[in-house]
Nanobody, 121 residues
């Protein structure tokens, strides 16, 4: 089994910061891209940021310049530093990893359980 466990969410005032962490554990051979998605009430899940195994990053326009994604390949972990938070950043944030469990396997997407981030105005 593979588990992705998020931590670091919570309630923060507008303009504040939070750092989300996600660690993948279990039977893992290699991880390709890792990322963070979010889903606000009544909205579809959207990509927030994604980072390749080589460190290339992609961000949704609304968080560029405020959020930074990073990863620690030795720990199978991905992080999201969120600064200058806005009320519209309020959502459940999900960790995602594209990984394979054994050599020769296909890569599959795995998801964390989600963590709440609430930004008050």
């Amino acid at each position: 089994q593979v588990q992705l466990v998020e931590s670091g969410g919570g309630l923060v005032q507008a303009g504040g910061s939070l750092r989300l962490s996600c660690a993948a554990s279990g039977s893992i051979f290699s991880i390709n891209a890792m990322g963070w998605y979010r889903q606000a009430p009544g909205k579809q899940r959207e990509l927030v940021a994604r980072i390749s195994s080589g460190g290339s990053t992609v961000y949704v326009d609304s968080v560029k310049g405020r959020f930074t994604i990073s990863r620690d390949n030795a720990k199978n972990a991905v992080y999201l530093q969120m600064n200058s938070l806005k009320p519209e950043d309020t959502a459940v944030y999900y960790c995602n990893a594209n990984l394979r469990r054994r050599v020769g396997d296909l890569f599959y997407e795995y998801w964390g359980q989600g963590i709440q981030v609430t930004v008050s105005s």
